[in-house]
Each structure stands twice: as structure tokens, then as C-alpha cells.
């Protein structure tokens, strides 16, 4: 986690807790689900641009990928998928998915492998094209157009794709705008006027409401937009902003452990929570309140899980060791 001269940024766990708190929220599908889905992951991309570094050599960039995303994305695909298997011979029925095939698409980046690990999958794939450019404003002004344009041709012409490669397109705008908002970090850290917060608050819910109502839907793991991409972009942001206000508001509070334990765990969390969804989403007769109750439960069971996989199983939280944990 980023920090202000050793000083961590609270604020920043509260945006990432909130954030997965989203997430799990939309996965129920219940109610309103098409303003979460105007920032949830959207939030996930700045924030992690904002807090992006580039590796000083290729190994380097390599070791971290493949230890902080590649490894624990496997691990929990394969957890998710075995579950699946099992779940069908439990039922009594056929699970028509073999292990030589799920290997093989997993590693050609289809969603369907990975479950909502997709963009842990796509995150590397940013920070490899990262790696590759000169750290240079216009390169990536230059880059944000392109992607842009690529996203719109590929709408255009009515092109899905469930494929964590593809879905850059949609995901890496995001991400430079979280690189171009990184030198701020001082003035996000020092915001202490009510006042302005308050704005940008009713400004930023006012521009979700917006966004979600004249856009409809985005499926970030469709690489689709919605009905119009700079409504999308202004969605996310108005998104991050909103979760930015009220992750500094929570930040002045002084409970802040479980908070940064859930932070540390986003990457499990993230990855797992949707064997509990799939089968609360069962359930008759629900209504969007209960959800967000399901939502909360769901985030707070994984306290201790977070804790355990923190003390015996690191490599989950996309770390080698527990003493790489602590450095977090």
C-alpha cells in the first residue's frame, strides 16, 4: 500500500474495501445493480495505476506478476472450478468441462476459466505494456486514445469477447488515469474542507445516477461499454470520486485494522467470493436490502479467512511470504 513519508494512506484501504464491497453487492444482481456496475471495477483499475510502479528491470516485473496476480488467480480458478466439479456430482449430473480444456483457456485469458479473477488476469497484461513504454505524459495520452478508439471500433461492429486480454481495452484507460492522478497523491492525502468534500460527494452520486440511467449497463467482462463510451468514462470517475469522499470521511475514524486486513486480503476476497454468491443467489424472493446484507456478511466472513491465509497460505494474497505481507 502506498504511503506519505512512511504514513499509510487509509483512505485508500477504505476505497479498495469499498470497492469489493461493490463488487460482491453487484454480483447478486438485485435491484439497482447497474449503478454499482458504473464504477466497481472501474474504481479497481484507477486505484491501481495510482498506486503503480514500474519494475526497474524485466525480471523483476516478471517475478512480481507472476507471484502477486498469476499465481493466486490460478489457484483460485482452479479452486472455483473444482468446486463446479464437484457440485455437479453432487447433483447428480455431468460436468461437460474437462481439466486439459479449462487449462488451455485459462492460459488464453477466457473469463469464463477465472470467474472474477479476470482482471487480476488483466492486470498483468497492463503492467507488461507498462513495462514496455518510456514513463512519458504523452506516450500514455497517446495510449488512452487508442484503446479508446479500439474500444469503440470493437462496439461498433457488435464484437463480445469474455477474454481478460481483450478487456485491457476497457480496464487500461482507466488504469492511466490512476498513473496521471498519482503526482496529487499530497492533496488527496491533506483534503480537509468539508465544504469541498460535501460538493464533490453530491456531485460525483449525482454523476453515477447519471451515467447508470443514460448509459445503461457496462460489462467491463463483455468489453462493453454501455451505450456510449464518454459516459463511461465519466461513470468510473464519478464512481472513484464518490468512494474517494467517503473512504476520507471513514478514514478519520480510528478503527482501522479490519480495514487494512480486508485491503491486504482484496485479491481472495475478490476471487472467492463468488462460490458463497452463487448459491445465496438461490434463494426466493429476495429483496436488494437483504443482498446488501448478504454483501456485508460475505466481506466480514473473510476477516478471519484473510487472517489464516495470511499466517499459512500467503501465495493466495499473491504473496511468497508472510514477511512480504507485513511490508504491505
Not at 123 to 133: A, G, P
Not at 147 to 171: H, P, T, Y
Request: net charge positive; with cysteine.
Amino acid at each position: 500500500m502506498d504511503t506519505i513519508k512512511g504514513i499509510r494512506l487509509v483512505w485508500l484501504d477504505w476505497m479498495k474495501v469499498w470497492a469489493i464491497l461493490s463488487i460482491i453487492w453487484g454480483h447478486f444482481f438485485s435491484e439497482g445493480y447497474v449503478y454499482l456496475y458504473v464504477f466497481s471495477v472501474q474504481v479497481f483499475c484507477v486505484m491501481s495505476g495510482f498506486l503503480y510502479k514500474k519494475a526497474p528491470n524485466w525480471k523483476t516485473c516478471i517475478q512480481k506478476c507472476f507471484w502477486q496476480l498469476f499465481v493466486p488467480t490460478f489457484i483460485m480458478s482452479v479452486v472455483m472450478h473444482f468446486e463446479a466439479y464437484l457440485r455437479c456430482m453432487v447433483q447428480g449430473s455431468t460436468y461437460e468441462i474437462s481439466w486439459s480444456w479449462f487449462f488451455k483457456w485459462f492460459l488464453l485469458g477466457h473469463r469464463w476459466c477465472m470467474g472474477p479473477c479476470w482482471y487480476f488476469y488483466t492486470l498483468i497484461v497492463m503492467r507488461l505494456i507498462m513495462q514496455v513504454l518510456p514513463e512519458k505524459k504523452w506516450v500514455y495520452i497517446f495510449l488512452f486514445v487508442g484503446l479508446s478508439a479500439g474500444a469503440v471500433s470493437l462496439d461498433v461492429i457488435a464484437f463480445e469477447a469474455s477474454n481478460a486480454n481483450v478487456n485491457v481495452l476497457l480496464c487500461m484507460p482507466f488504469f492511466l488515469i490512476g498513473v496521471f492522478l498519482k503526482p496529487l497523491k499530497q492533496v488527496f492525502n491533506e483534503l480537509k474542507n468539508y465544504y469541498v468534500e460535501t460538493l464533490v460527494l453530491a456531485i460525483s452520486v449525482a454523476g453515477v445516477i447519471l451515467c447508470a440511467h443514460y448509459n445503461g449497463c457496462v460489462w467491463m467482462y463483455l468489453n462493453h461499454f454501455g451505450n456510449n463510451y464518454a459516459l463511461y468514462i465519466l461513470g468510473g470517475m464519478a464512481g472513484t470520486a464518490m468512494l474517494y469522499i467517503m473512504s476520507l470521511w471513514l478514514s478519520r475514524l480510528p478503527y482501522r485494522n479490519t480495514v487494512q486486513l480486508l485491503s491486504r486480503g482484496s485479491i481472495a476476497i475478490i476471487g472467492l467470493h463468488i462460490i458463497i454468491v452463487r448459491r445465496l443467489v438461490q434463494l426466493p424472493d429476495r429483496i436488494w436490502i437483504e443482498d446488501l446484507v448478504f454483501a456485508v456478511l460475505i466481506l466480514m466472513a473473510f476477516v478471519p479467512i484473510v487472517r489464516f491465509l495470511e499466517l499459512y497460505f500467503p501465495l493466495l494474497l499473491g504473496q511468497k511470504s508472510k514477511a512480504n505481507i507485513r511490508k504491505k
